[in-house]
């Protein structure tokens, strides 16, 4: 059984930075890539960020390319997402998730096991 379980979120202000971290159970986490989406109000999830099994590679959504970073430690079983500069437009709950294959994808059905979430909210 693999579980996903994020946690870092919360209220701050724009211009702040966060880190979410996204703990993965299971003796197989290195071989997958991993990514995170979020979901605003209203809105259909998106793509976020993702790393590749290594975490050697990456790619990200335009609109948080220079202010996120996604990383992972393998040892911990970890992937992380740092986010600075943030603005009220990245509001939304994120969520990690493991993807069934070895691309970085970035459609959301790639992607096999999902956190539960955690809120992030960015005030003016």
């Known amino acids: 059984q693999v579980q996903l379980v994020e946690s870092g979120g919360g209220l701050v202000q724009a211009g702040d930075s966060l880190r979410l971290s996204c703990v993965v159970s299971g003796r197989t986490f290195s071989r997958y890539a991993m990514g995170w989406f979020r979901q605003a109000p209203g809105k259909e999830r998106e793509f976020v960020a993702a790393v590749s099994w290594s975490g050697g590679n990456t790619n990200y959504a335009d609109s948080v390319k220079g202010r996120f970073t996604a990383s992972r430690d393998n040892a911990k079983n970890t992937v992380y997402l740092q986010m600075n500069s943030l603005k009220p437009e990245d509001t939304a709950v994120y969520y990690c998730?493991?993807?069934?294959?070895?691309?970085?994808?970035?459609?959301?059905?790639?992607?096999?096991?999902w956190g539960q979430g955690t809120q992030v909210t960015v005030s003016s």
């Open positions: 998730a493991r993807s069934a294959g070895p691309n970085r994808s970035v459609y959301w059905y790639d992607y096999d096991y």
